[in-house]
Each structure stands twice: as structure tokens, then as C-alpha cells.
């Protein structure tokens, strides 16, 4: 044996083992949570992103500005996959889940500071997830999920701090009754709640459309604007000529042969026509292209057809009038066409849409925004697709907590009871745990220029007295019971962030070496921060160009 130090990795490559490797994970983590911490609750303030290309978000809306920021550090990524998979089981909750999970860091790095093994650490968070677990269902209310009134506070709740806040009622209404219409016995898929936005009109001049838009015009001005009882066909592929399977080639040797070859063809798109004309069909949605001289013989037959229409809104007109897509004019019949009581083209904010509407049981509907300005738009849209997912979840699960910190402060503190009845070092684990969930009612706290302290000392002493359901108002910064003021949230948003926060600062804490085949620090342009502590920053550097500016994020380094 030489003293040759055995070279396993290649020159590029970057290792990082131990505490440092571990202290690494847990910045960047903690640098996630950091970075949407001052968005939380309804006083919560918006970023504005502005990505390499110079277009511009504005929101506050957790996972939109984790998806926007462009971060690279794996660790971090791993708090980013917890945003997006709330966003995917709920639909909100996601700058909460985010929060949590890099409070569970914060609080288990000062635990592995006084040497408490990483493996203890996970055991004590996993048995605290799932005590918590059980005390959440406690608490847990159950509604009727008939009772629009709930609904709509659930609703209006998932939008609070949204840009949404002036036309919260009207808007909570418009997206019960449209998760309401779209149910069947299969359950809820809120896909079929199209949101369509028109910039123009105030958010107040919001509708609900009992049926589909489509932000196209008629194919030709002969045809129609307006037509009653319509007898809707769907077709998927393109009304023209049909192309040979072979490549054939056609000499023409004189012009007759010419006319010929083009009557011909003008028989065959008339023939397509015809078949149309002959199953009853008055609207033809049509998802690929319509030849010139289709669209005239159409419009000939006072057809309504509109064309290139997206896939998505096909699927959308089915659902809504029961008309089956064919891809083959030829094989159409009369019960592949589906029936809405109107179909219209009509003028929303300075551009023609179709409303196929009058459907009766309409199970596709369609949400037509309204708002001053694109990005105003664009962040309600944001808010109303939170609001779906609560309502879906609250009729599916029928149980919800009462918001502003409440179930987070209960927790708390039944998770230093059950501390107790853990022996161990794991007992120290399980009331970090009960610490970091404070986050959320100290953050409300914050966010809304009071007194963290105060607000909590209050939360604990009203918990203690058995009342649950006591939250802190972050407008008028008063404890009081949520339930009377309508702040509902349901059982499975805190569930799902708990679990999904837990698991992801588990898996953070159990890595005790990083092997890139590349730099880890790297994508940020002045090359100097080589250092561990901007592992988090630099990482995240890419299209922000550099996560300085960002107020969030100093507090979290
Ligand atoms: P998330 O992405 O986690 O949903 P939000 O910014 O929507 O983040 O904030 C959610 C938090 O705000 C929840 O803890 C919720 O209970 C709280 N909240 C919502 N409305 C109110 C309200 N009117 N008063 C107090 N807290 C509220
Ligand atoms: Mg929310």
C-alpha cells in the first residue's frame, strides 16, 4: 500500500460531508421559507419576479414564487417539491407548508448544535407529525357540505390577501356554485372549471358561465352571430381535403385536366359539408384548420363553425353539451352532436368570444375574469384556483379548522404534552417540533405590524382554556374565535403541510454528504461566493439574477 490517496471522484465534482454538509442543506432550506415568509396571511405582502426576459409577476401566492424564482440547490428544491405538492393535493396552503418546513430546520439545527443525532431528530418530528396528525382530527369541525354559507366563507378564506379582497363575496359565491355545477358521481375535478381572463371592467363584473368560452370568432363573417338551440359537432381533426397516404404526384398535361382535378376536390370538401348539413348539425367546433371553401359552403348553409379550438376546451364542449369529438366527418351520426340552448359571439372587453351556453346540467363551466389590469388578473386567477381547491377539498373531506393560527397553536401545545409521554432524546425533538409550528401565528403576527410576543402569549393562554378554535385577527390584531368570523380552512391543508413539511425536513437532516458531479454554488455571475454560508443565495441566483433584493431572505440567513 502506497501513501497515493485513492481518487474515486472526478476533478469536477464537489463534496461537502458532515456538519458542514448538513449546516449547508438546512441555510438553504431555511432561505426557501425565507424567501415567501412575508407573503403569509391575509396582511401578507406580494414580490414582484421579474424573469430573464424582463416579463414581470406580481403575487403572493407561496408556490407561484417559488416556481418563478428559478432555484437550483437541491436542498432547496426539496422545500420547493413541498409547495408543489400541496398546490397538487389542495390547491393552498403552500407558503404555510413552505414556512413550517424550514422552521422544523431552523429548530433542529440548534438541536444538532448540541450534538443530538440526526437520526433522533427524524424520529422524534416523524412521531410528533403523526400525534399531530390525530390532534388536528380532533379539533377538526364537521360541516355540511350542502351549506353554501360555509362554503363560501372556505371560499373566501383560500383568497384573503389575494388582491381579490374588495370583491371576495361575489367572487367566493361564483366559485361554489361553480365547483357545485361541475360535480358528478365520478367526484370533483375542478379542470372543468375553465377560468377565462378578459383585461377590462373591474374584478366586480366577474361571471359565472354555465357553460364554455371560447376567446375565438366565427370562421367566416357570413356565418351567423347568434344561433338558437344549436346542434353542436365536434371534430378533431382538420375539415379539408384528405391528404393521400402516399405521395402521390399529378401530371396535368392540359387545363382541362386541371379543372378536372379541382372539381373534384371542391366535390369532396362539399360532400363534408353536406354530411354535416344532413346529421342536423348548426355549430361546428372544430380543433384543427378549415379550408377556405368548407368554410364558405358553412356559411352557405348558415353554419356557425369555429376553428383551431384548443384541445382542452374540446374536451370542455363535450362535457358541457354531450357532444362526442369525431375525427372522421364521413362516420358522424346525429347522437354524436350535443345540444346547448345558445351559442353566441359576443364582444368581452374589446374581443370576440363564443359562450356556448343554456346547457341544461351544465358539468363544464367557465369562470370569465375580469379586472383592470393583466397583472391584477393574473393574481385573482391565482387566488380563485386556491379557492377551488378548498371548496373541492371541503366537499370531499367535510371537515375543516378554523384559520389564523389556530390549529397551529393548539398543536403546539399538545405537542409538549405528548413531549412528555415521549422518553428520550427524542422528546427533545418532538418539542422543537411544537416550537416551529408557532411559525405561523408569529408570522401572522408579524405580517401584520403587531406584536409577535404579545399575540402568542394571548393564542397559548386562550388554548389553554380550551378554546380551540382561537385565532389572531390579523386586521384588527385581536384573539378571537375564527369560527365567528368565517375563517375556515380545511382538515387536509394542514394535514397534507404537516406531512409533507415534515418529511422534507426529515430527508434534509438524515443527509450528511453532498457529492455533486458539479458546483453546487455556482449560476450566480461574480464567482466569489464560494463560501458555504451563500450556498442557499448563490444557488438561487439563476434567473433572479441574485436573491439580494428580495426583503424575505435576510431574515432567514
Ligand atoms: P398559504 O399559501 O399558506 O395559504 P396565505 O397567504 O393564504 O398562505 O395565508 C394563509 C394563512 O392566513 C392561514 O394560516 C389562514 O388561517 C390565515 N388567514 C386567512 N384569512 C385570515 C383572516 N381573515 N384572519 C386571520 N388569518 C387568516
Ligand atoms: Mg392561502
Given at each position: 500500500m502506497g501513501n497515493q490517496p485513492l481518487i474515486v471522484l472526478s476533478d469536477d465534482s464537489q463534496r461537502t460531508t458532515g456538519r458542514d454538509a448538513q449546516s449547508m442543506n438546512i441555510t438553504a432550506g431555511k432561505a426557501v421559507a425565507g424567501a415567501v415568509r412575508t407573503t403569509l396571511g391575509p396582511k401578507g405582502m406580494d414580490k414582484m419576479l421579474v424573469d430573464s426576459m424582463g416579463s414581470v409577476v406580481v403575487t403572493n401566492d407561496g408556490v407561484t414564487i417559488l416556481k418563478e424564482m428559478d432555484i437550483e440547490h437541491p436542498a432547496a428544491n426539496m422545500i420547493v417539491e413541498v409547495a408543489e405538492t400541496q398546490e397538487n393535493e389542495v390547491g393552498d396552503g403552500t407558503t404555510s407548508a413552505v414556512v413550517v418546513a424550514g422552521e422544523l430546520l431552523a429548530k433542529a439545527e440548534d438541536l444538532l448544535e448540541q450534538d443530538i443525532h440526526p437520526t433522533t431528530l427524524a424520529q422524534g418530528y416523524r412521531q410528533a407529525a403523526e400525534r399531530a396528525g390525530e390532534v388536528l382530527e380532533d379539533v377538526a369541525i364537521d360541516v355540511d357540505v350542502e351549506d353554501e354559507e360555509y362554503l363560501q366563507q372556505i371560499a373566501a378564506t383560500a383568497m384573503t390577501g389575494k388582491g381579490a379582497e374588495g370583491s371576495k363575496d361575489l367572487l367566493a359565491e361564483i366559485v361554489v356554485r361553480a365547483v357545485q355545477s361541475i360535480a358528478d358521481e365520478d367526484g370533483i375535478n375542478t379542470e372543468y372549471v375553465e377560468v377565462e381572463k378578459s383585461v377590462g371592467g373591474s374584478i366586480e363584473n366577474t361571471e359565472l358561465i354555465e357553460g364554455v368560452l371560447i376567446s375565438k370568432d366565427r370562421v367566416?363573417?357570413?356565418?351567423?352571430?347568434f344561433v338558437e338551440d344549436a346542434n353542436i359537432a365536434l371534430i378533431d381533426t382538420a375539415l379539408e381535403v384528405k391528404e393521400t397516404e402516399i405521395d402521390a404526384e399529378v401530371n396535368v398535361t392540359d387545363p382541362d385536366q386541371l379543372q378536372e382535378f379541382l372539381d373534384q376536390e371542391e366535390a369532396q370538401l362539399r360532400e363534408l359539408v353536406d354530411k354535416l348539413v344532413d346529421v342536423g348539425a348548426n355549430v361546428v367546433f372544430c380543433q384543427k384548420g378549415i379550408d377556405d371553401l368548407v368554410q364558405h359552403f358553412l356559411a352557405q348553409e348558415g353554419i356557425m363553425a369555429v376553428r383551431r379550438v384548443k384541445k382542452s376546451q374540446v374536451k370542455q364542449i363535450a362535457r358541457a353539451t354531450g357532444a362526442r369529438a369525431v375525427s372522421n366527418v364521413d362516420d358522424i351520426t346525429e347522437d354524436d352532436l350535443g345540444y346547448a340552448g345558445s351559442v353566441a359571439q359576443k364582444d368581452v372587453g374589446g374581443s370576440d368570444h363564443i359562450f356556448v351556453e343554456?346547457?341544461?346540467?351544465?358539468?363544464a363551466v367557465t369562470i370569465l375574469l375580469r379586472g383592470g389590469t393583466e397583472h391584477v388578473v393574473d393574481e385573482v386567477e391565482r387566488a380563485i384556483e386556491d379557492s377551488l381547491g378548498v371548496v373541492r377539498t371541503t366537499i370531499e373531506d367535510g371537515k375543516v379548522l378554523a384559520g389564523g393560527g389556530a390549529p397551529e397553536v393548539e398543536l403546539s401545545l399538545a405537542l409538549r404534552d405528548y413531549a412528555d409521554s415521549v422518553g428520550g432524546r427524542e422528546q427533545l425533538a418532538v418539542e422543537a417540533f411544537a416550537d416551529a409550528l408557532e411559525v405561523i401565528p408569529r408570522t401572522l403576527a408579524e405580517n401584520a405590524g403587531l406584536d409577535p410576543i404579545d399575540s402568542l402569549v394571548e393564542l397559548r393562554s386562550q388554548h389553554s382554556a380550551g378554546d380551540a378554535a382561537d385565532g389572531l385577527d390579523a386586521y384588527t390584531g385581536d384573539v378571537i374565535d375564527m369560527g365567528e368570523e368565517g375563517v375556515f380552512e380545511p382538515l387536509r391543508v394542514k394535514t397534507q403541510a404537516l406531512e409533507s413539511a415534515t418529511e422534507a425536513a426529515v430527508m434534509i437532516l438524515r443527509i450528511d454528504d453532498v457529492i455533486a458531479a458539479?458546483?453546487?454554488?455556482?449560476?450566480?455571475?461574480?464567482?466569489?461566493?464560494?463560501?458555504?454560508?451563500m450556498g442557499g443565495m448563490g444557488g438561487m441566483g439563476g434567473g433572479m439574477g441574485g436573491m439580494g433584493g428580495m426583503g424575505g431572505m435576510g431574515g432567514a440567513m
Open positions: 367566416h363573417e357570413n356565418m351567423p352571430y343554456d346547457v341544461e346540467d351544465a358539468k458539479g458546483d453546487l454554488a455556482v449560476s450566480s455571475d461574480d464567482g466569489d461566493d464560494d463560501d458555504m454560508d
